[in-house]
C-alpha cells in the first residue's frame, strides 16, 4: 500500500506512508521527507 501523507516542507517532495509505516520524518511539527531529514540532522 502507497498513501500519500503530505509534502516535505523543505523540499516540496511527497511524504508517503508505504505498507503501515511512515517514510519520512516528522521535526517540530513539520513533515519532512526522509533526504531532508537526514540533511538537517547531519548538519546538527
Not at 511527497?14 to 521535526?27: L, T
Amino acid at each position: 500500500m502507497h498513501e500519500l501523507i503530505g509534502q516535505c516542507q523543505e523540499c516540496g517532495k511527497n511524504v508517503y506512508c508505504e505498507n503501515g509505516f511512515f517514510d519520512g520524518a516528522q521535526e517540530n511539527g513539520k513533515l519532512l521527507c526522509n533526504e531532508c531529514a537526514d540533511d538537517k540532522e547531519s548538519t546538527s
